[in-house]
């Protein structure tokens, strides 16, 4: 299956998609990880809790973004360069 028709637009969807990793990559740092690698080296354990507020609200946005970028790519490879 091919996208001829939106080889012009390419340039856009790469654009895009630069935007797209990068906002996926600052939502995933931006999330808070408890106890990290105390807990390996004999930290406490690992308390698991809901996620409210900001916290739900970035885990959402970092799916949404990871969804995104999954689609995006696929797009991408599916139309021709030139």
Do not use: E, N
Request: net charge positive.
């Amino acid at each position: 299956m091919s996208f001829g028709f939106l080889t012009p637009y390419r340039a856009y969807f790469v654009i895009t998609l630069m935007v797209v990793s990068i906002a996926l990559i600052i939502s995933i740092l931006l999330q808070a990880r408890g106890a990290g690698l105390g807990s390996v080296f004999g930290g406490t354990g690992t308390v698991f809790k809901t996620r409210r507020g900001i916290d739900l609200l970035l885990s959402r946005i970092t799916i949404i973004f990871s969804v995104l970028f999954v689609v995006l790519c696929l797009l991408t490879t599916m139309i021709p360069a030139s």
